[in-house]
């Protein structure tokens, strides 16, 4: 069974600090991993996904992240935060299950921008 | 291109009521996804259709619950005599195809309330 756990469940960064959002995985077979971003009262909004190839994967509004397989890990960052940054942030494994990509989200990660 | 659609946004029941919720994927999407997220929590997956098909219902609880997707219109999410812990924001996400490892488009949620 996968399962993801996000350590921080509010994190807070003044603006344009370095963000850093931890995300780590279990997975039995090689997972597909991906960042979600959520604002208030709205559906979530897919930042950037690793399926195969290059390890480092850049998403939309300045967002990467690095698929670690040895320290089964995928943290989000992002250089310089913005304010239109501060948002709940979700991480995401789908097993590679071709025929149902269903995904299992982390509890999630709330960042505040400090002016 | 008109994203993922569900109505209404907003539902309130009260106890013992039923509740139907409704989503149309994005166009020429056939695979339909629906994810409960619970207050402080993430989401949870429920159940993954396909036109006219129940593929995957693990997450769904076994009782009161049930969901559709018919050939033609949209996916219905359906529960019956709701109870207070049924309120929670729910969220169907769609996709082209799973032949290849395809992005699922969000909708903006349905946030019931059982009074």
């Known amino acids: 069974a996968q399962s993801v756990t996000q350590l921080g469940s509010h994190v807070s960064v003044s603006e344009g600090a370095l963000v850093l959002l931890r995300c780590n995985y279990s997975?039995?077979?090689?997972?597909?991993l991906f960042w979600y971003v959520q604002y208030p009262n709205q559906g979530l909004q897919l930042l950037l996904k690793?399926?195969?190839?290059?390890?480092l994967v850049k998403g939309i509004n300045g967002f990467e992240a690095e698929f670690k397989k040895s320290e089964t890990s995928f943290h989000l960052t992002k250089p310089s935060a913005h304010m239109s940054d501060a948002a709940e942030y979700f991480c995401a494994v789908s097993e590679s299950n071709f025929g149902n990509e269903k995904l299992t989200f982390g509890t999630g990660t709330r960042l505040t921008i400090i002016p | 291109n008109a994203g993922v659609m569900q109505n209404p946004r907003h539902l309130v029941r009260r106890r013992g009521q039923e509740a139907r919720l409704r989503c149309s994927p994005m166009k020429g999407h056939s695979h339909v996804y629906w994810y409960r997220q619970l207050p402080e929590e993430g989401l949870k997956f429920m159940v993954y259709l396909q036109k006219e098909n129940i593929i995957d219902e693990s997450g769904m609880p076994k009782e009161r619950f049930s969901a559709e997707f018919p050939k033609e219109g949209p996916s219905i999410l359906r529960i019956q005599q709701v109870v207070r812990g049924d309120s929670a924001a729910y969220f169907c996400a769609s996709s082209r195809s799973t032949t290849i490892v395809e992005t699922q488009y969000f909708g903006p949620g349905t946030r019931l309330l059982v009074l």
């Open positions: 690793y399926t195969t190839g290059a390890t």
């Open positions: 997975s039995s077979v090689p997972p597909y």
